[in-house]
């Protein structure tokens, strides 16, 4: 079974930029599209951004547009978020998930990881 973990999530004030890493143990990711999702306390989880098997195609919310970037190594199996200037309202905990669909469906999504929490706040 693939097995997740994500990772680089930190208190940062706002402005600042973080880099969230996801990766697989056991298994390669090639074979799956990766999206990344958030849960802020007393909120649902959303959809932040997604990336397909070759990367080639790639996905983002509309309140993280301009400011994050998806992007993916095959070859080291990892996949990245680059969050910049973060604000207070990206504070949450961050799932990578990996699936056969590029979305905002978490139900698509087939593995997840167990987070990696961002805090946003000066």
């Known amino acids: 079974q693939l097995q997740l973990v994500e990772s680089g999530g930190d208190l940062v004030q706002p402005g600042g930029s973080l880099r969230l890493s996801c990766t697989a143990s056991?298994?390669?990711?090639?074979?799956?599209?990766i999206g990344w999702f958030r849960q802020a306390p007393g909120k649902e989880r959303e959809g932040v951004s997604c990336i397909t098997r070759s990367g080639r195609s790639t996905l983002y919310a509309d309140p993280v547009k301009g400011r994050f970037f998806i992007s993916r190594d095959n070859a080291k199996k990892m996949v990245y978020l680059q969050m910049d200037s973060l604000k207070p309202e990206d504070t949450g905990l961050y799932y990578c998930a990996a699936g056969a669909v590029c979305g905002w469906n978490a139900g698509g999504y087939d593995y997840w990881g167990q987070g990696t929490q961002v805090t946003v706040s000066s």
């Open positions: 056991r298994f390669t990711l090639d074979y799956y599209n």
